[in-house]
């Protein structure tokens, strides 16, 4: 058992190849409890939401819009198998990982985005100054990590109208009845609180709906989360949507065993930077510190529809090595086995 958890704790910091199987054999019980839970996954919201009063019509602008144009994105994240899948998969994994890792009982935090090294990573003792051990967390973030806001990708989607900051602060105010979880996400947070674990949000919801956004987790079968203990939102601080200082006052109270997020600066303020290009982004993520997390402490939910990934142009996206046209004959082929490391 102790060859085990040595090798969970090697899997936490940096990688073990047998990680995965020994980390199954050691939270057995806890995913036949998830797997006894799939029912709940698979229907979506446990408790029954309140009705809305009448239909909501579909905005006049877009009378016209079908299927065709509602972009793949949206398509793809809101109703395919795919989307839903791929959900459940990464909180499957998470369950596993975080079980191991409490197992473990290692003496530090997950790596962070805390500002305490050059690059923005950092990890926070799990052990009190007095002896013993800070409780065991994990941080979500709330939009398309645990909640999915198809009411209001709906207006967006019918309407044409690009994201407006105050339509967006309407739907945080009215829009809960009209939210879903995303599919695993229930399960997962009940399963940490049943093995003792805290489950803690990290959003960029504003602090003036915060009551709203509790409500709105609570609806859907989340549980309740505390606003400032358990809740960490837009607003708490002078840092605007970086969510580092807000890290940083989560781990000085809790032994963060994993982050979970949509978009990379759940994880890190430094993928948010703004003057970072696409694929200076892409390599970071890749880059051998970092690129051990996915997975492995760092749990990423899908997203195609918004975030800091949605930046450059088509020469970005494309840089000249990746061109390709009719007519034109690649001489060499990239080293794909070292592109990214
Ligand atoms: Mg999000």
């Known amino acids: 058992m102790r060859v085990l958890f040595a090798c969970a704790a090697a899997l936490a910091l940096s990688g073990c190849a047998t990680g995965a199987v020994l980390a199954d054999q050691v939270v057995a019980p806890a995913l036949d409890r998830a797997l006894q839970t799939r029912s709940q996954v698979a229907d979506g919201p446990i408790l029954?939401?309140?009705p809305v009063a009448g239909e909501v019509q579909r905005p006049a602008a877009a009378a016209a819009a079908?299927?065709?144009t509602v972009p793949l994105g949206t398509k793809w994240l809101y109703s395919s198998a795919e989307a839903a899948a791929v959900s459940v998969q990464a909180f499957r994994q998470l369950g596993t990982y975080v079980q191991a890792r409490h197992a473990a009982q290692l003496p530090a935090s997950v790596l962070l985005g805390l500002p305490d090294r050059p690059d923005g990573l950092g990890t926070e003792t799990c052990l009190l100054p007095g002896?013993?051990?800070k409780p065991a967390a994990v941080i979500f973030d709330g939009d398309e990590t645990l909640i999915l806001n198809r009411g209001h990708e709906y207006w967006r989607a019918a309407s044409g109208q690009p994201f407006d900051p105050a339509i967006w602060a309407e739907w945080e105010r009215t829009g809960n009845a009209r939210l879903a979880p995303v599919p695993g996400a229930v399960a997962a947070v009940r399963a940490l609180r049943e093995a003792g674990i805290t489950p803690?949000?990290?959003?960029n919801r504003a602090l003036e709906t915060a009551a709203d956004t509790v409500r709105g987790f609570a609806q859907l079968g989340l549980g309740d989360f505390v606003i400032g203990e358990t809740l960490f939102v837009r607003g708490m601080d002078a840092a605007g949507s970086d969510k580092d200082?807000?890290?940083?006052r989560i781990a000085a109270r809790y032994c963060v065993l994993a982050q979970v997020g949509d978009n990379l600066g759940d994880f890190a303020d430094l993928f948010n930077e703004r003057e970072l290009g696409a694929q200076e982004r892409r390599r970071i993520a890749l880059r051998g510190e970092v690129a051990q997390l996915w997975g492995n402490g760092w749990?990423?939910?899908p997203n195609p529809v918004y975030g800091a990934f949605d930046r450059g142009g088509i020469d970005d996206v494309f840089p000249p090595d990746a061109r390709w046209q009719p007519?034109?004959?690649v001489r060499t082929a990239p080293d794909i086995m070292t592109q990214g490391n």
């Open 327 to 329: 007519g034109t004959q």
């Open 245 to 248: 200082a807000r890290r940083a």
């Open 66 to 68: 079908d299927g065709s």
């Open 131 to 133: 002896g013993g051990r």
């Open 299 to 301: 749990f990423v939910l």
């Open 200 to 203: 803690i949000i990290n959003t």
């Open 48 to 50: 029954t939401l309140p």
